[in-house]
């Protein structure tokens, strides 16, 4: 269906890699309307096509069948309204903080010869993402003098300097340490809520996911599908304390239990139950 107010409207998409016996169906007949400013998370069991939806809301994958239109135009590529965060990352290591926010600016300057102005006010961008990010006393250091959770501070704000009306995150927070990963969460929610960029994030922390999100997009793998979109039933600015409430929790296990269902877990551990009393 096509929405015309939606930022992201997902249509009907279809992807396959590989021929033949080796075909995988990545994605089969994925539909899905994302709103200005929503929070969206993507959970799922691995292999049920995250990944492969987000890269090609970011250009980087192309589809079989379907459309997928940002602000109704269809996407061709990747493009600067739409910037990606990877797990890793993948900062320029030759390059200090303050240069790999820069960095996405400075090709552009060669590019196009920037006025002085312009240099002067992506700077200027680039010192406010420092603040914003709590980067400012690392902005001479080198990204391998600087923690996981910094580093991808760093990531972050190389993401917002062109300003992207979309961001694109997958798993970015998939290898820090839960202490730090709680602080990103905030961190996040206090940038979405400032620079007011869509957001459609992918993650396999079901926690994570609801503190995250407005809705919660669950994945069912072979064929990749969605299968399920919940409202996700907490006021609109979220802090740490909601986290134990009752309506967080029971989300939280209906999710887990379906994510089981649907990847085949279940049946799995049905299994070895039955063997285990059998054995016995
Ligand atoms: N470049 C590729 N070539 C072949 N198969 C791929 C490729 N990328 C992903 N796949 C397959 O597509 C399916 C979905 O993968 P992916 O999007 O990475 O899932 P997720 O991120 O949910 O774990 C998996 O079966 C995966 O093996
Ligand atoms: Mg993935």
């Not at 961008?125 to 709590?134: E, I, K």
Request: charged residues 25%; hydrophobic residues 40%.
């Amino acid at each position: 269906m096509i929405n015309t107010s939606s930022k992201i409207s997902i249509e009907r998409v279809s992807k396959y890699f590989g021929r033949g016996s080796d075909q995988v169906r990545a994605l089969a007949g994925v539909e899905l309307n994302v709103q200005p400013n929503e929070f969206i998370t993507l959970v799922g069991a691995s292999g049920c096509g995250k990944s492969t939806l987000l890269r090609i809301l970011g250009g980087l994958e192309t589809i079989d069948d379907g459309a997928v239109r940002v602000d109704g135009q269809a996407i061709d590529g990747p493009g600067v309204d739409r910037a990606m965060v990877f797990q890793h990352y993948s900062l320029y290591p030759w390059l200090t903080v303050r240069q790999n926010i820069q960095f996405s600016r400075r090709l552009k300057t060669n590019r196009r010869d920037l006025t002085s102005s312009a240099v002067e006010v992506a700077s200027g961008r680039a010192d406010a993402l420092l603040r914003l990010m709590g980067l400012t006393h690392v902005a001479d250091a080198f990204p391998n003098q600087l923690s996981g959770g910094m580093q991808q501070r760093v990531a972050i704000a190389r993401a917002l300097q062109g300003r992207p009306s979309i961001l694109l995150m997958d798993e970015p927070f998939g290898a820090l340490d839960a202490q730090t990963r709680e602080v990103m969460h905030d961190l996040i929610l206090h940038v979405h809520g400032l620079e007011k960029s869509t957001v459609v994030f992918v993650t396999h922390d079901v926690e994570e996911a609801i503190y995250l999100g407005h809705r919660v997009v669950l994945m069912a793998p072979r064929p990749g599908r969605i299968d399920t979109i919940y409202d996700v039933p907490l006021p609109a600015v979220r802090n740490p304390e909601m986290k134990l409430a009752p309506e967080f929790n029971a989300l939280k296990r209906e999710i887990l239990a379906r994510i089981r269902e649907t990847s085949g877990m279940k049946t799995d551990l049905e299994m070895l139950e039955q063997l285990t009393r059998t054995v016995a």
